[in-house]
């Protein structure tokens, strides 16, 4: 048993040095991001904001995005038409330019703004840390790490420790030294969000590693439409 709680106190302690910082500085990014819509329609009005936008036909709005389409051509790499904050069509060129123009009139209200291209650059950095091709696998990884190793092992020391008496697994000693506290406040965080905490990590290892998870749950699939064929095809019989 205290073999189990050594292995169990090294795995958590270094696989939070090592995950650790990539979560901090990806978490804390991605809670950032959370305001993007807001703060980028409060930014940038004369871009994001059509008078008028909610009333607009869908039938409108596609028959301007037809004529923009029309006119730029072969230089157009990408349409976007209203959505979210932005209530105008953005125009994506091949030359890496980006302008948005109104989605009646089709006059041009303006081009992507250095807050637009922050948070494009925020999204990027939590998503790979900017680092090209491997970034995205070293948070994905990082993410698989930190809910199948740190998370586990913390409940695990937290339910040897407290399964007697799960109340003190809760409380706060504020009467104790410092180095004590500072345990107890780990402790009492990491139980309480140990479930948001695993979903974040489960949601965010999931964009990475999409594929797996969709082959993975397809096998798992399998057997109950199996089982589901095998019924339908049965002969139906009757005890009397």
């Not at 048993?1 to 169990?8: D, G, H, Q, R, S």
């Not at 703060?39 to 596609?62: M, Q």
């Not at 890496?96 to 948070?119: A, C, D, V, W, Y």
Request: hydrophobic letters at 40%.
């Amino acid at each position: 048993m205290k073999l189990k709680l050594n292995i169990a106190k090294k795995i958590h302690l270094w696989i939070g040095l090592i995950s650790g910082l990539i979560a901090s500085l990806s978490g804390l990014s991605g809670a950032l991001y959370v305001w993007q819509p807001e703060l980028s329609r409060a930014l940038n009005p004369e871009i994001l904001s059509v008078r008028g936008a909610e009333t607009l036909k869908e039938e409108t709005i596609h028959k301007t995005a037809y004529e923009l389409y029309r006119n730029f051509g072969d230089n157009l790499l990408a349409i976007h038409l209203p959505n979210r904050e932005q209530q105008s069509i953005q125009l994506v060129l091949k030359n890496g330019e980006s302008r948005f123009f109104h989605p009646q009139t089709g006059n041009m209200l303006g081009e992507k703004t250095s807050s637009i291209r922050f948070f494009e650059g925020l999204l990027s950095f939590h998503r790979t840390l900017l680092i090209p091709e491997y970034g995205k696998y070293l948070v994905g990884g990082n993410a698989v790490l930190f809910f199948s190793l740190l998370l586990t092992s913390g409940f695990y020391l937290w339910w040897k420790r407290y399964q007697a008496n799960l109340k003190e697994g809760f409380s706060l000693s504020g009467n104790r030294s410092k180095r004590i506290f500072n345990y107890d406040l780990h402790k009492l965080l990491g139980i309480l969000f140990l479930i948001p905490l695993l979903i974040v990590a489960l949601s965010g290892s999931f964009f990475t590693f999409m594929p797996t998870y969709k082959r993975a749950l397809r096998i798992l699939d399998e057997p109950v439409k199996t089982a589901e064929a095998t019924t339908k095809n049965e002969p139906l019989t009757h005890d009397y």
